[in-house]
């Protein structure tokens, strides 16, 4: 475990409090287990997301990484702490509301697609859209995977397209709602590295058109493609770094593995 009273002072993982918010944590814990046996998942965590930024989030196994995204978009309650998107509380959302809230609101894009086997590429992208009772067109649907490169691909099933086609269909899906945050869980993690840049240059698009992007990686190439990476260890945030370069990022995560290793050794 790192001794996280050593963390520099001058460290800040917020912005300035006048910054516009798209996503806030505001000293969130989640914790498993009860008694001594109890685990924090995550440890009184601060941090605000600007609108329109772009945040990867790094850490070593277990450090907390998809907890926080989780809780950020509602699919875990926190033990303690608040927890406000877009300007509202969602901590004690009743399971409706945060239904509604990821229909529209939050977007996720996770690791394994979550793709419906039986329905095409364009049938997955409009299907959040009509569960959520919004009237979208043909012609809206297609535009949308055109953007990521599938125009070519409406009628294929998920079977039919390789890992990165797929990928691809689910941040389409995601930027067919249009939501203020996105939450994406490894989103290059299964791609080879050109399909991994066509990701990326898709996530960036989306930034520079306002949306706010959080992103769990373990590739410091993708993390060197956002605004900011959050580095946690033991439910912390230990670090952060502003438009690093790859090399700056997987320098910094050798040193946490380091002091981590070294912790373990003399425990």
Do not use: Y
């Not at 440890?43 to 609108?51: C, E, G, I, S, Y």
């Not at 009743?94 to 894009?109: K, M």
């Not at 941040?171 to 994406?184: E, F, H, N, S």
Request: glycine share 8%.
């Amino acid at each position: 475990m790192l001794d996280h009273e050593s963390v520099p002072r001058h460290i800040r993982s917020l912005p300035p409090p006048e910054a516009p918010c798209a996503l806030e944590l505001r000293g969130v814990t989640r914790s498993f287990g009860s008694g001594d046996a109890a685990v924090a998942a995550l440890a009184a965590v601060d941090v605000r997301f600007p609108a329109g930024s772009w945040t990867a989030v790094m850490g070593p196994s277990g450090s907390g990484k998809s907890t926080l995204l989780n809780c950020a978009g509602g699919l875990e309650r926190p033990t303690a702490g608040r927890i406000v998107v877009a300007g509202r509380d969602i901590t004690d959302a009743s399971d409706a509301e945060l239904t509604a809230l990821r229909h529209g609101t939050i977007g996720f894009v996770f690791q394994h697609f979550n793709l419906i086997g039986s329905l095409t590429a364009e049938q997955n992208v409009a299907l959040p859209l009509r569960l959520a009772g919004r009237r979208t067109s043909k012609s809206e649907v297609r535009r949308v995977l055109a953007d990521v490169g599938l125009a070519d691909r409406i009628h294929h099933r998920p079977r039919e397209l390789s890992g990165g086609q797929q990928q691809r269909v689910a941040i389409a899906r995601a930027m067919a709602c249009r939501p203020a945050v996105l939450l994406a869980d490894e989103p290059t993690g299964a791609l080879d590295s050109r399909a991994a840049k066509a990701v990326l240059q898709i996530l960036r698009s989306m930034v520079d058109a306002g949306q706010t992007i959080v992103m769990v990686t373990h590739d410091p190439l993708a993390a060197a493609a956002a605004d900011a990476v959050l580095f946690l260890s033991d439910g912390r945030i230990v670090d952060n770094l502003a438009r690093p370069s790859a090399r700056e990022v997987a320098d910094r995560l050798a040193r946490m593995e380091e002091a981590s290793s070294w912790t373990e050794s003399v425990s």
